[in-house]
Structure formats: structure tokens, C-alpha cells
């Protein structure tokens, strides 16, 4: 399994990286799947689309929430 930093998966999805590290403290993302190793947060690769979709259901990004079946 291939894991990213927060600041790798802000940049992929063009977002802040205290956004992301906001919705895994709110529990807005599971941050089981997530682990802090090392001092580092860890998400995996697969888990990038579930992050995705959560920003767009909050306002937060551009794009079609598929999980609520409406565009942003």
C-alpha cells in the first residue's frame, strides 16, 4: 500500500494542507485509516477519492459530489 503526506495529498487535490489536517481532527476523514507515524500523518493513495469528495461536499472544492449526486 502507498502512503502520502498531508502535503502531498493538498497538492494533488490543489487544496491547503490545513484544510485536509482540519477534516481529519473535525472527523470529517478517519484518521484510523490515516495513522500519525513518526510524527507524520499517513493516507493512503486509496483513500485520495474519499478525501476528494469530501472537500467538494463542504464547499471546499470544485467539482461533482458524487456522493450527494450534485455540482459544485
Do not use: N, W
Amino acid at each position: 500500500m502507498e502512503f502520502l503526506s498531508v502535503s502531498e495529498v493538498a497538492r494533488q487535490l490543489r487544496t491547503k494542507p490545513k484544510t485536509i489536517s482540519d477534516l481529519l481532527y473535525q472527523r470529517e476523514l478517519r484518521d484510523d485509516l490515516c495513522p500519525i507515524v513518526g510524527g507524520r500523518r499517513l493516507i493512503p493513495r486509496s483513500y485520495l477519492h474519499v478525501i476528494r469528495q469530501v472537500l467538494i461536499g463542504r464547499g471546499l472544492l470544485e467539482g461533482k459530489d458524487e456522493l450527494a449526486g450534485r455540482q459544485t
